[in-house]
């Protein structure tokens, strides 16, 4: 699952070069939405967490830092960390 810092309904958009489309929302709590996603190129679908907050900094530092040490384990329980980032 990946970590990107956006905000607004994304259900049909591309993200990044064209390379994610979102296909649509499996979820959504107070702090991140959760999408279905295809990665064009590669063909293979992930899901796609999107944080709900802007505009603090320190809230998107916290989040980066999380998917840092999240993207650093490797085990079957814990889901993989494919890409984190901002996009305005």
Known sequence: ????LLSG???GSVIGVQLVRVLR????GAMATVYRVR???LDKVYA???LNFTGRKTMHE???AEGRV???LEDVFIA???AAGEAR
Do not use: P, T
């Not at 929302?25 to 959504?28: A, D, P, Q, W």
């Open 80 to 82: 993989a960390i494919r």
């Open 9 to 11: 309904g994304l259900v």
């Open 70 to 72: 999240q993207a650093s």
């Open 48 to 50: 796609l967490k999107v």
């Open 62 to 64: 916290r989040a980066l």
């Open 25 to 28: 929302r499996l979820g959504e």
């Open 1 to 4: 699952m990946g970590v990107v």
């Open 39 to 41: 990665h064009a190129q």
